[in-house]
């Protein structure tokens, strides 16, 4: 097979910039497509937080036409680690140079977006055409990449990207990139392309609609969420235009990567452990109790969270008649540590309880560091999402040991197996669905009764997680498969 050039375009990659699993798969993705033999390059913006000195600063300055103005930005590269893969900034102090991706921390989004994005998209083809390396497939992550389509589909289709295949990759269908319509001058497109490219809107204009209309594939992140963005219900007003190209729709569950999230090297844990010794997973859970200010009670489970706390995660239902939920899984007993950041109604009423309840601790904090001990310390992992395309934090989870408690949509039902559905087989469990505060309760009184009075079916579960691989490799592959079968 002939290698393939591919250029992913994403305004997150981890360890550069991150607000979510994108970030994560940008690199791991990147790797896998790497090691099977295609050249794979990765363009994002340098925001401020991004160090220039440790990348390699390109002699020559790129130029960006958006509409009647050009846009001039430094170009830094850097390799990632143990690959070829290249990772190429741009840099534009007063659109990028930033501190916050979308927008300052706890603010609203920053009104320059559209242009932000757009000149990231615009400048893939003008970062291709500097390195003289043109991609058979330009792949776009998500609605900040997803002018790269639309410009794709009309001022560079002639030129050198003619062969070029446009592939939009869905990382969280609820996230579109809506402005108002006086935005689309921005972009630099011909006004009387933006119904053709499938921007309008609702007298606005929609970033992710323009991408799936002009893409030639579409990819999302399990095949569950591939199938239920079909459907009304998730499918946030797309599901009609997804089922038209359904013939180019796949999805490819994400893979996790083992060399971070690891509990036999993970170098941010107190101690380490493995799936012959848990010892030094009992140990970080005392850790974990003592940063939480929990009394560490013998038979008390403690169960963690680490999210954006925001309604898809579920916690309307956690917080909602003044956090009866979490009220009664605090009296199962259990211990409950949530870190996060995110809607600011949630982080204040998940705050207050914290004060009250004596079971509760909440971080609102990003911090990778207690993320990990999180994963690594808690008995149980809850994840209450209303959907998830993915999610990441349950393979984590499963890699550590803790048995994740879901609800089953998207991604968490493809990865975690309902004690309820296949005792010989689970790894976790579910909640009942329409999730309700009531069904959280009673789901988390089974899982913690089965901790408490049957340690060894407890035990057997956490075994079986922790055999789990979600590898990356895998996925690489499904990945070329789905590239080469496009039309
Ligand atoms: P999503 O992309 O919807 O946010 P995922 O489960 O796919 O959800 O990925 C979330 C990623 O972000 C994980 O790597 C998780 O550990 C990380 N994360 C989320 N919130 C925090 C936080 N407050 N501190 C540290 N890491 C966080």
Redesign the pocket.
Known sequence: MTPMNILMVSSEVFPYA?S???A?VLPKLAEALDKRGHRVKIVMPRYYGITRYLLDKHPAPLGIPMGDQEYWVGVYSTLIPGTRVEVYFLDHEQLFGRDGIYSEAGGPEFPDNVLRFGLLSRGAFQLAKMLNWFPDILQAHDWPAAPALAYLKSLESAGPFRKTKGVFTI??LGYQGIFSQDQFKYLGLDPSDETRLGFSYHGGINFLQAALVCAHGISTVSPGYGEEILQPELGFAMDGLLNLKKNVLAGILNGMDYDIWNPKTDQLLPFLYDENNLEGKAKNKAALQELAGFSQTPGVPLIGM???LVTQKGFAHLVENDGEALRKICALPAQIII???GEKHIEKKLSDLALELPHLQVFI????K??HLIEAGSDFFLMPSLYEP????QM?ALSYGTIPIVSPTGGLKDTVVDRGKNPKTATGYYFPIPLTGTGMVETLAKATKVYRLQPKVHRAMILRGMALRFDWESAGRHYEEYFLSLP
């Open positions: 991150k979510g699993g994108l994560d990382h969280n680490v999210s954006r870190l996060g950041t904090r990003y911090n990778e207690t993320s993915c999610g990441l934090t984590y």
